[in-house]
């Protein structure tokens, strides 16, 4: 009989099997999907952003700071770095931004499957778990075609982000039925839909810009980098990061605003006085042509058709005014998130305090551990969910093989 079951052969699991393995535990990985890692593969574009070494502080979100801290520390970013040097990956950074040396996810899950070749772990595929049911023994977990016993059960099914990946919430049901409870699940680091016609005018174009997202009458977060419009709304980096503050909001019906800073180096000051002497400089120019040098093809086609003809036919200081404003700080009324199969992660999930910090075993079902997305964790773009799926992963393998009694049960 295997004596740890892992479920779902994501970052946490498979890390969770490895660090099992490594303690001599036999272990056997359920994954649903024909393939392996298969989200692993599309992180960070393809070149999976594998943890961050700036500082986590702030990174984090979730109901229980101190309990992400302490399964950090517990399994960090430098062990990590170890974790996978020692496999054999090289690495290379960027600004804090840890990639694969080969700018390629395929390398990290490939090393990941020869340790766990080399530690003979049984990797079953195609293999969908529908039930956990606790036996005198230890566990049955069934999936559609098969029952396997075993000692302990590590879940790690992720969450319902791109759930084409294989994670498609089924983690939640199966927590749940083994007596957790859930936060409510929201899609995070995901595209905003926002109001009015700017999106439609302004999709396919890419700016620098700051944000300022206003809740309240209140900013409750700054964020600077490059926006993507699309028909729908914003997208890109710098809208995911504040993505996770919307969902609460937008669910008690508040009109979160989006302000846009698309010129954050010069001052609105400075951007009229420019303005001022084009026009002065050059009275015979239409605002086509005296915008051109300060805002892409489109946004001037916006400006002139939401600000009018008259503003842009005026001399001075009127159509300078007009033109600092539009590009100092441009708002769009955020109506929603899109859904779960643009996200990156899940927001909410099972409750930090229903596992142990120290092993990450559940306290609603002795012997069965949880790790990764699955649980009220999430962090800001940058590495740190898969730092958080490595460790958490290799928290719960250890401490699950550390667990089995003298006679392996
Ligand atoms: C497009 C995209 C890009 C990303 N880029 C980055 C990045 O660069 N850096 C970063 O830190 N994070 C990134 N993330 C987030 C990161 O990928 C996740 O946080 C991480 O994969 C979570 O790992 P996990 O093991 O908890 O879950 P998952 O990776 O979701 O793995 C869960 C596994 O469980 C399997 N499973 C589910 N239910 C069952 C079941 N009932 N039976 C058997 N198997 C089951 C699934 O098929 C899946 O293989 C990105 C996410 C996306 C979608």
Known sequence: MTQIIVIGA????????????????????????????????ITGNGRCNLTNTLPAEAAYRGADQAFVRQVLGRFGVQDTMDFFHGLGLLTRERAGYVYPYTDQAGSVLELLLLELRRLKVKMKYNENVRQILRTDEGFQVRTDTWSYPCSKVILCA???AAPQTGSDGSGYELALSCGHSLTPIYPALVPLKAEGPLPRMLSGTRTQAALALEIDGRICCRETGELQWTDYGVSGIVVFQLSRFLPAALSEKKRPVLHIDQMPEYSRDELVEMLARRRSLCPEQGAEELLAGFMKKKTIAAFVKLTGKKVCQERGQAFADAAAAFLKDLTVTVTGTKDFDMAQVCAGGVPEKEVSPETLESRKMPGLYLAGELLDVDGICGGYNLQWAWSSGYTAGSSAAAALGAWGF
Not at 11 to 20: D, V, W
Not at 30 to 35: I, P, T
Request: proline letters at 6%.
């Open 158 to 160: 992720g969450g319902k």
């Open 10 to 41: 994501g970052p946490s699991g498979l890390t969770a099997a490895i660090a099992a393995a490594r303690q001599g535990a036999s272990v056997t990985v359920l994954e649903k999907m024909e393939k392996p890692g298969r989200k692993l593969l």
